[in-house]
């Protein structure tokens, strides 16, 4: 596509906190300036389904939707959504993989197997992915929903905004009584 | 100031700057963010109708007090809404009357696909579409402007493409102003003693050409001149994704979609060398434009169904692509291994134990073949598998009716036992006649009403049932047992549905009750208005035989702990993040391997 718009997909499960981490994402690019333009299913989202929140920043942004191959990156808070979404990747696209699997009905109920290894199945397909084990660094800090927040952190490496950027934006969206365990979560994702 | 708003954010947003007085409607996804951000404005009289229908009259009835009045539903609802709808189109209105409908393109949370553009020529009023969010607020403003200076309800329609995207919004101040009630003595409103209906057909022709002659002047549509090789016409997010893919080629952007502007049209078609017309779902613009005497290519370029995307588009295109040198991004395939995620019911949900207590009726009942007729709700999850439970579902209300008319239809009824499935608000809101014409016409049927106290599908929306109301207050609730009781219901069985032995002996009674028997299994939604979670049961390994019956409630809270018994049979255990303490398992346990927090001691 001919002007620089960036696409950030960020996907996982319905409760994962994806939105939060889109329109943090969000508000720190329009804040920069930017024509952003964000889009995601709803509905069924608090459904255990699917959850992929389409980010675009950029000087104009026309389509909500980032098209299959177009992705800089790929965001994903769960194994299995990252597989799923990983061929929206561009092919010089980073994807940052939360290790956390949630298993959908069809593998609880013995339907389906969910596969051992799913970093080696993005490898064996060109993509090498960023393992984050975010649950483990939020149970460190005692609050497993900041999830959410220890990815950001991690996402904020790979994009043009500062920490204070970022931080102004997690201020505004996250309710006080948690805002310096999200901060804190933040700065752990951003440090790895 | 700017703000990233939803589409339908902006849209109440934009409503509200335009000083909105009075908004009703009911919910409907894609459309039900447009009332509950409205809430949030002190100055706007806003309710959860109990169905589209009567919204629409609660509408009509608000632009005849003088209000500026808009009426939201989605797709299915203006269906419902239509009725009351045709009479004012034709008449014309007091207050500016905006109908706002979201049309759930790909069905993503909709029995059907519907294109809900072919009413604007049906009803005979302008179209207003908008292709983002800040369109979405400026259209508001323009859509009352258009309601009140041509004597016209105005239709503006969305799709979830416009409605479920966000973008950033330039917000202004409010602006105020009131018309005083109508005239009670004017025969405007009167058909057949006022003013006769072939008179008022004739007048809304007559308007119909004045806005045809504003379509072309109206900076909502307008054109935007590139390379004169290619134009394209097209509206709403499709104008989105060729701005993106082609912003070297020549545009008429359409804003106000019907009546269509026949001036700039043939201006431009005059122009361009090829011309493309490029919408979602039916050819509206086309057939019309076709109409016209004005040769365009459209249709076969693009899919006839779901939601189109630069993806697609770009895809079908390429010639077009080609033409300024640009090729498709090579798109990668999807990866092996992935599995369908299926939204589905939640941990500890009613209707996960009212659907585990009809099974085990089932199974009681062998000599007769159950058959449920379903209906709209969260429940209509339970078509699919592994529930398998509902056989079909229609539309609000209708599995009541069905199970009448299937009973009806039937030879041979005895070997057949006919349910319908419904929840609390769907009853409430076209469950109610249906009952009655079930019970007036003696059918012999079974109603399963799971009460869960909320409109949870759409994200717990309050109803008359709940007795709070869309601004918060709290009036009289709806007591659905009365109005059961009323309708002239005689075998009613109240069930705690988590009580799932005695739950299953009410359907097995019920089904053997010769008329009309009705369940009421309440128990509230473990999501909506609040969360409802009690600590977390598990199970105790050792007791576990693998005997995969409480597997048998699909409760997403269950889940094979990957051990395996003596005899190689898969285990089970209970994550304690997802699961709501609900109990249900745990009465169906045969060997009391589940146990409440505390363990076996204080069990």
């Excluded at chain 2, 072939?198 to 002047?217: I, P, T």
Aim: glycine fraction near 10%; include cysteine; hydrophobic fraction near 40%.
């Amino acid at each position: 596509m001919p002007d620089k718009t960036r696409n950030i997909l960020i996907v996982g499960v319905g409760g994962q906190g994806v939105i939060l981490a889109s329109n943090a994402l969000s508000e720190v690019a329009m804040a920069r300036g930017f024509d952003v333009k964000k889009n995601e299913a709803h509905g069924q989202s608090q459904r255990g389904g699917t959850v992929p929140s389409h980010v675009r920043y950029g000087t104009s942004v026309h389509s909500p939707v980032i098209a299959r191959g177009e992705a800089d990156i790929v965001l994903a808070f769960e194994q299995m959504e990252g597989l799923r979404f990983a061929h929206f990747l561009r092919p010089d696209g980073k994807l940052i993989l939360n290790l956390q699997r949630v298993y959908p009905p069809r593998v609880t109920s013995g339907m389906d197997r969910y596969p051992d290894d799913v970093p080696a199945i993005m490898r064996e397909n060109g993509i090498d992915p960023i393992e984050v084990d975010a649950l483990g660094i939020a149970n460190r800090l005692k609050n497993p929903l900041v999830v959410s927040t220890v990815l950001l952190g991690v996402l904020s490496n790979h994009l043009e905004f500062t920490e204070a950027e970022w931080k102004g934006a997690l201020s505004k969206l996250v309710p006080q009584k948690h805002r310096d365990v999200n901060l804190k979560a933040f700065d752990t994702g951003r440090a790895l | 100031m700017k703000e990233i708003m939803l589409g339908n954010e902006a849209i109440a947003r934009g409503a509200h700057e335009a000083g909105l007085q009075v908004a009703v409607g009911y919910p409907g996804t894609p459309s039900t963010e447009i009332l509950q951000t409205i809430r949030q404005y002190k100055d706007i009289y806003c309710e959860w109708s109990v169905n589209e229908k009567v919204a629409m009259d609660v509408a009509i009835g608000s632009s005849l007090g003088g209000a500026k009045t808009i009426v939201v539903m989605k797709h299915a609802g203006l269906n419902v809404a239509s009725d009351p709808f045709y009479p004012i189109a034709f008449m014309g209105v007091n207050g500016p009357l905006v109908l706002i409908c979201s049309d759930d393109v790909g069905a993503v949370s909709s029995p059907t696909e519907q294109d809900t553009r072919i009413y604007a020529d049906l009803f005979h009023i302008p179209m207003l579409e908008p292709s983002d969010s800040q369109e979405a607020k400026d259209f508001m403003r323009s859509a009352f402007e258009i309601s009140e200076r041509f004597d016209t309800p105005v239709f503006y329609r969305t799709t979830n493409g416009v409605s479920h995207s966000m973008g950033v919004v330039e917000l202004a101040e409010r602006t105020d102003g009131r018309k005083p009630p109508f005239d009670k003595t004017s025969p405007k409103f009167r058909p057949q003693g006022g003013v006769h209906p072939s008179v008022m057909h004739a007048n809304v022709h007559d308007r119909l050409k004045r806005l045809a002659a504003f379509a072309s002047e109206t900076p909502l549509n307008r054109i935007e001149w590139g390379d004169r090789r290619v134009g394209f016409i097209t509206s709403g997010t499709p104008y989105q994704y060729l701005k993106e893919m082609l912003p070297e080629a020549s545009f008429l952007k359409l804003g106000l979609t019907y009546p269509l502007p026949e001036a700039l049209i043939r201006e431009f078609a005059g122009q361009v060398e090829e011309l493309y017309v490029i919408e979602e779902l039916e050819p509206f613009l086309e057939d019309r434009i076709k109409a016209l005497g004005v040769p365009v290519r459209g249709r076969e370029l693009r899919p006839d169904v779901g939601a189109l995307s630069v993806e697609i588009l770009s895809e079908r295109l390429k010639d077009v692509m080609q033409t300024f040198g640009k090729t498709v991004p090579e798109r990668r395939q999807p990866l092996p291994g992935v599995i369908i995620r299926f939204p589905t019911l939640c941990a500890g949900c009613p209707h996960l134990a009212a659907y585990y207590a009809i099974r085990r009726a089932q199974k009681k009942i062998k000599e007769k073949d159950v058959v449920i007729l379903g209906d709209i709700g969260c429940y209509s999850l339970g078509i699919a598998a592994p529930h398998n439970m509902l056989s079909c579902a229609f539309a609000m209300g209708s599995g009541i009716s069905v199970a009448h008319g299937f009973c009806k239809a039937l030879q041979d009824p005895a070997d057949k036992a006919i349910l319908a499935y419904i929840g609390d608000s769907t009853f409430l809101h076209a469950g109610m006649p249906a009952l009655l014409n079930s019970i007036y016409n003696e059918s012999n049927m079974t109603l399963v009403l799971t009460d869960n106290s909320t409109t949870a599908m759409t994200g717990g929306q309050e109803h008359a049932g709940t007795g709070v109301t869309l601004k918060g207050d709290r009036h009289t609730a709806a007591r659905i047992p009365a109005i059961i009781r009323a309708l002239g219901a005689e075998d009613i069985h109240e069930v705690d549905p988590y009580d799932f032995k005695n739950t299953s002996q009410a359907v097995k009674d019920a089904i053997g009750y010769q008329g009309v028997s009705v369940i009421i299994a309440k128990g509230a939604c473990r999501m909506f208005p609040q969360k409802i979670k009690s600590p977390a049961y598990h199970v105790e390994d050792d007791l576990c035989t693998g005997c995969g019956k409480c597997l048998t409630i699909y409760c997403p809270g269950l889940v094979l702990s990957g051990g395996k018994t003596e005899k190689g049979k898969n285990k089970v255990a209970i994550d304690p993040f997802v699961c709501v303490g609900c109990g249900l398992c745990a009465q169906v346990c045969p060997t009391e391997a589940i146990q409440a927090e505390g363990g076996r001691e204080n069990a």
